[in-house]
């Protein structure tokens, strides 16, 4: 039994969009531009991840909110909620 040309447009049309189902999570676990922890301030990194379109929550981990993040440091970046992002941030205490 030959496969007649629907059927084969068929097949072809269900196997592209397993494959690309199967791609997708690997795609989007792949987070390379995430920039690395500490590498830069906090400022800086959260205009980084903002730019690549995440929602940030930042943690103040220690010190105080009211110092400028430029001044403060990032301890962790958890992207596992994408696009919402929790960036973990210290800061030195305000007046130090």
Known sequence: M???PRNFAQLLFVAGTAASVAVAPIAAADQTNVPEVGSESANATIQDL????FNISINWVSGTPDVPLSACQVTAIDTA???STSVSVECPEAGD
């Open 81 to 83: 909620a994408a696009p």
């Open 2 to 4: 030959t496969p007649r």
């Open 50 to 53: 903002r730019a690549q379109g």
